[in-house]
C-alpha cells in the first residue's frame, strides 16, 4: 500500500461521467469507497469497479432516501454477496428526514442483522443527529468480531465517540469536518489507530469546486497541523489502518 492516500467514503456516480471518475482515482493511486445511495445503482458501480486496483463500490441504501426507497431492501440483500462493502447506510435524524426515522431504524436493523449472518464486511455509517441510535444497533445487531463499522462524518458528542470507540468503530474525516471546532475537538480524542479519510466528493468544495478523490490531500496536511505530525507520517498511519481494518 506504500503510504497511498485513502478516501474511504465518496460518491463517484454523482460525478458528472461515472466511468471517467473511477479511471482518474485509478490514475491518481488513490484507495478510494465509492458508496451508492440506491441498490439499484449497485450494478453500474460493480461493473465499472470490480477489476479496479484502488477504487472499490460500496451497497447502499442511504437513509435519506429511505421514505421512498425502503422497498429496494430486498434487492440490497440479493446483491450484498457480490461486495465485501456497504455503504452509504444508517441513520438521520435531521428535521427534514425524522418523519421517516422508524422506517430508517427497520431498514438499518435488517442490514447490520445481514451483514452479521454475513461476516466480514465493512460499512460506511451516516449517523446525522442520530449518533446515540446508531450506535445502539450497532452494539445489538453487529459485534466488531461480525464486521468493521466505520462512522462518516461523525457529529456525535465526545462521550458519543467514546462509545463508538470502545465498541470497535473508525472514523472517516474529511477537510471541512476539520475547519469547525467541534471537528477538531472531536480529531483531538480519536485513537490514531482509528482514524480513515474521506472527501464525501462532490458535496465538499475546494477552490469553487467539487472535491474529488485526490483532494483527500487536504485532509492528511489538516491532521498533520492537529497532530504535529508530518504529512507523510499521517499517510502511513492511515494506510496501516486501512489495512487493520481490511483485516477485520
Given amino acids: 500500500m506504500n503510504s497511498a492516500l485513502v478516501d474511504f467514503h465518496c460518491h463517484l456516480d454523482l460525478f458528472p461521467d461515472l466511468a471517467s ?10 484507495y478510494t469507497i465509492t458508496v451508492t445511495t440506491t441498490p439499484k445503482a449497485w450494478p453500474r458501480n460493480h461493473e465499472l469497479t470490480r ?29 450484498l454477496p457480490q461486495t465485501r462493502y456497504v455503504g452509504e447506510v444508517g ?13 430508517q431504524k427497520g431498514i438499518f436493523e435488517h442490514i447490520l442483522q445481514r451483514c452479521a449472518t454475513a461476516g466480514g464486511k465493512i460499512l460506511t455509517v451516516h449517523s446525522v443527529r442520530a ?49 469547525t471546532d467541534r471537528g477538531r475537538e472531536l480529531m483531538a480524542i480519536l485513537p490514531s ?18 472535491t474529488r478523490p485526490s483532494d483527500v490531500s487536504l485532509v492528511i496536511e489538516a491532521i498533520a497541523n492537529l497532530r504535529r505530525m508530518t504529512p507523510a507520517e499521517v499517510a502511513a498511519m492511515i494506510c496501516a489502518n486501512l489495512r487493520k481494518a481490511l483485516r477485520g
Fill in 21 to 30: 471518475a473511477v479511471s482518474e482515482t485509478e490514475r491518481d493511486r488513490v
Fill in 131 to 179: 449518533a446515540t441510535l446508531v450506535l445502539d444497533l450497532i452494539e445489538r445487531y453487529l459485534p466488531p468480531e461480525k464486521g468493521c463499522i466505520v462512522l462518516h462524518w461523525f457529529t456525535g458528542s465526545k462521550s458519543e465517540a467514546r462509545r463508538a470507540i470502545d465498541l470497535g468503530c473508525y472514523f472517516s474525516v474529511n477537510a471541512q469536518m476539520l475547519r
Fill in 193 to 210: 489507530a482509528r482514524i480513515l479519510t474521506e472527501t464525501d466528493a462532490p458535496f465538499t468544495q475546494v477552490s469553487d469546486r467539487p
Fill in 51 to 79: 477489476t479496479t486496483k484502488y477504487v472499490r463500490a460500496a451497497l447502499g441504501l442511504h437513509p435519506q432516501l429511505v421514505l421512498e426507497r425502503s422497498k429496494e431492501i430486498s434487492l440490497w440483500e440479493q446483491y
Fill in 91 to 103: 441513520l438521520d435524524a435531521g428535521p427534514r428526514f425524522f418523519r421517516s426515522l422508524e422506517l
